[in-house]
């Protein structure tokens, strides 16, 4: 699969910030960063093979066991943004992986890191990847594994004294 990269992250397609979006200081709301990493993140996940299908056949899905924002410049109505992805560690019951809010202008709204569970809706209980998941998230881990790790990975939250 050819898709758009940025120094070896995967991008999504652009994306604009709509109206319904805008709080009342005239930015977008934090909400919304969230429904952008998320529809940000959809392509890299039908290239690992999850989807409505996967689901129905298999009766597993993704959930989030854990995801952070980082809300580094403001973005206002009409901006478009392109949302890189960059693998970081892959297990046998999840991944880890961060991504970025881009400017179409260049620079980094915000970022976020996720670790992502596969679960057994049967349960709903944590499960291991089958072998054709597994190996497409080792091959995105391959792929990127020469890209540096962020500083601000795993970092502590806090006040600044």
Request: overall charge neutral; proline content about 6%.
């Amino acid at each position: 699969m050819t898709e758009a990269q940025l120094d070896g992250k995967y991008l999504s397609d652009p994306m604009e910030v709509r109206p319904e979006w805008i709080d009342h200081n005239g930015h977008m709301n934090m909400a919304y960063y969230g429904v952008l990493f998320d529809k940000g993140s959809s392509h890299v996940y039908r290239r690992i093979g999850f989807g409505n299908e996967y689901r129905r056949a298999h009766r597993h899905t993704t959930f989030s066991g854990e995801f952070r924002v980082r809300y580094l410049r403001e973005l206002k109505l009409g901006d478009r943004v392109r949302c890189a992805f960059q693998m970081l560690d892959v297990g046998p019951k999840s991944f880890h992986y961060v991504q970025e809010l881009i400017h179409s202008d260049g620079w980094v709204a915000a970022t976020g890191e996720e670790l992502s569970l596969h679960i057994d809706q049967t349960g709903p209980r944590v499960a291991p990847y089958p072998p054709q998941i597994m190996s497409a998230l080792e091959a995105i881990m391959a792929e990127q594994a020469h890209l540096p790790r962020p500083e601000f990975i795993g970092q502590k939250m806090g006040l600044r004294k």
